[in-house]
T-cell receptor
Framework: GIQVEQSPPDLILQEGANSTLRCNFS?????LQWFHQNPWGQLINLFY???GTKQNGRLSATTVATERYSLLYISSSQTTDSGVYFC??????????????FGTGTRLQVTL | DSGVTQTPKHLITATGQRVTLRCSPR?????VYWYQQSLDQGLQFLIQ???????AKGNILERFSAQQFPDLHSELNLSSLELGDSALYFC??????????????FGPGTRLTVT
């Protein structure tokens, strides 16, 4: 199966700072998604981004499918951004079986 | 709120017991997926059902089984429970994205503790 590597594994930011999280895939993927797992364990969809760039408020994401990586940008971070950020993708050529393979996550802590 | 519901939220049980986790997908979604999140294994895909039929299988133990009913809700059955089965179990359902691909939305999870 594919390998999904996320960096950095841990990140501590002061409120108001910007950050970039990276996700590398060992092979081409479809259905690339970014999630935020909040301190209560909920997985919240951030972006569905097989390719290109999307923005949602202070968050944006870019996927370069040909180079098998994706970036998540967090600007003007807030304490509510704390939690774990996961990227996940579906290996290509699996038809309508949409199993997602997850990275190990980036644990973000935003301090005052 | 993703629209995917899971019950119960928490479950505490003893080794050797059997439990059933329930999931209702988003309205109109035909696919249901089960994932397990444990401290040592991370988030792992277990199994997928599409309109009542098994579509894909991941690292699901033989002691675990699932099914999807005609009303599209799904149940994950875990039997002969071991301490290592303690984990957060997520259900997801899929929404078709652009190009015929599938975006998945996750329920709140069931936290299982085996003592």
């Amino acid at each position: 199966g594919i390998q999904v590597e996320q960096s950095p594994p841990d990140l501590i930011l002061q409120e108001g700072a910007n950050s970039t999280l990276r996700c590398n895939f060992s092979d081409s993927v479809n259905n690339l998604q970014w999630f935020h797992q909040n301190p209560w364990g909920q997985l919240i969809n951030l972006f569905y981004i097989p390719s290109g760039t999307k923005q949602n408020g202070r968050l944006s994401a870019t996927t370069v499918a040909t180079e098998r990586y994706s970036l998540l940008y967090i600007s003007s971070s807030q304490t509510t951004d704390s939690g774990v950020y996961f990227c996940a993708g579906q290996p290509q050529n699996t038809g309508t079986a949409s199993k997602l393979t997850f990275g190990t996550g980036t644990r973000l802590q935003v301090t005052l | 709120d993703s629209g995917v519901t899971q019950t119960p939220k928490h479950l505490i049980t003893a080794t050797g017991q059997r439990v059933t986790l329930r999931c209702s997908p988003r309205s109109g979604d035909l696919s249901v997926y089960w994932y397990q999140q444990s401290l040592d294994q991370g988030l792992q895909f277990l199994i997928q059902y599409y309109n009542g039929e098994e579509r894909a299988k991941g690292n699901i133990l033989e002691r675990f089984s699932a099914q999807q009913f005609p009303d599209l809700h799904s149940e994950l059955n875990l039997s002969s429970l071991e301490l290592g089965d303690s984990a957060l179990y997520f259900c997801a359902s899929s929404v078709r994205g652009s190009g015929g691909l599938y975006e998945q939305y996750f329920g709140p999870g069931t936290r299982l503790t085996v003592t």
